[in-house]
Structure formats: structure tokens, C-alpha cells
């Protein structure tokens, strides 16, 4: 039988919305569509490049969590209301991925709060990379 368990964040979100940070089924992970928040004061920078660091963390606890890491991330997807908002981020996303070269895809979206400026999902599958490699 397939190993399938949720890996919570402590988000209020997750609770008031019914949802896990990340689904872990198999070897395959599901990183829910995550915002800089920080989940343990529930606060979020203006900057979005900020943002998208924080983003970041909140996303490698998970993978951690799971057992894995960026090394293992197959596919990413960046969504941002604010187009001309992606290209500030880049640096801090090549810190992440610019080894691992995902797939990836960029959406101009809504997300459900103003504050939010960008929002990031992946999908990993445990021992695919360098799992171990952080951020």
C-alpha cells in the first residue's frame, strides 16, 4: 500500500480552508501553492522579494518534513498578480532552483488576499536529486 500522509504548516488557512501544506503519497510530494506568510505569527512582508524568500522557507519545511528537498523538486509553479513583481525574485529563486532546473511555469493570477504578491506550488519526488541541498 502507497504511504499517503498531510504535512500541516500551522497555517489558519489550512484549517479554515481544509487543506495540508504538502500531501506526501508514495515517493511523489505535493507542496500546497504557498505565500510568504509567516505561518508562526501570520504576518507577511510588503517586498516581495521578502515574500518570495519566506515562500521559500515555509516550502523547504515541508519538503524537509517529507524527506526531501529542492534537489528533489520536478516541478514548480510560480503564480503573481503583478507580472513586472517576477523578475525581482529571480535571484532568489535561482538560489533554490537554478541547479535543479524544474519544469516551471509563471501565472498572472488573483490570490485571495491583496498582501499576497506571489504564491509558490511544487511538486518533488523523493530521491530524485540532491535532496539534502537546501536553500
Do not use: K
Amino acid at each position: 500500500m502507497t504511504e499517503r500522509r498531510a504535512i500541516l504548516s500551522g497555517s489558519t488557512f489550512e484549517e479554515q480552508i481544509g487543506y495540508a501544506r504538502a500531501v506526501v503519497d508514495g515517493d511523489r510530494v505535493h507542496v500546497s501553492g504557498t505565500t510568504g506568510f509567516d505561518y508562526a505569527t501570520m504576518t507577511i512582508s510588503d517586498d516581495v522579494v521578502e515574500q518570495a524568500e519566506q515562500c521559500l522557507r515555509n516550502i523547504g519545511a515541508a519538503l524537509a518534513e517529507a524527506g526531501c528537498g529542492f534537489g528533489d523538486v520536478v516541478r514548480v509553479r510560480y503564480l503573481l498578480p503583478a507580472r513586472e513583481d517576477f523578475e525581482p525574485c529571480w535571484p532568489v529563486l535561482r538560489r533554490a532552483f537554478g541547479e535543479v532546473r524544474p519544469a516551471a511555469t509563471m501565472l498572472v493570477c488573483g490570490l485571495s488576499d491583496p498582501r499576497m504578491r506571489i504564491e509558490i506550488e511544487v511538486d518533488a519526488r523523493r530521491g530524485s536529486g540532491s535532496g539534502a541541498r537546501t536553500r
